[in-house]
Nanobody, 123 residues
Framework: QVQLVESGGGLVQAGGSLRLSCAAS????????IGWFRQALGNEREFVAA????????YYADSVKGRFTISRDNAKITVYLQMRSLKPEDTAVYYC????????????????WGQGTQVTVSS
């Protein structure tokens, strides 16, 4: 079992930056692919970014490519999502999730989820 806790959300103006953190506990963290997802009000939860436990490969949704960066610190058992050039359409609750798969993009492929952190981008 893996427990995940997100933090770092908040209110930021368009063009600003935020760094989200996902702190993990439980089983061997380094053996899990960690993904970030977001859910805007009235929308389905969507994939944002993921980092594989195999070789640290990363994958991003087209909507955030070039603006968001996912990274992990296995020693601190934490995964980060650095968000730059934020837009109002990035407003959502952001969730981190874990899977034993090498890489996954669908919400149904992740087994463990955090409680989410709100990100609000004002125009």
């Amino acid at each position: 079992q893996v427990q995940l806790v997100e933090s770092g959300g908040g209110l930021v103006q368009a063009g600003g930056s935020l760094r989200l953190s996902c702190a993990a506990s439980g089983r061997t963290f380094s053996s899990y692919t960690i993904g970030w997802f977001r859910q805007a009000l009235g929308n389905e939860r969507e994939f944002v970014a993921a980092m594989s436990w195999v070789g640290g490969g990363t994958y991003y949704a087209d909507s955030v490519k070039g603006r968001f960066t996912i990274s992990r610190d296995n020693a601190k058992i934490t995964v980060y999502l650095q968000m730059r050039s934020l837009k109002p359409e990035d407003t959502a609750v952001y969730y981190c999730a874990a899977t034993e798969r090498r890489m996954a993009y669908g919400t149904g492929l992740y087994d463990y989820w955090g409680q989410g952190t709100q990100v609000t981008v004002s125009s």
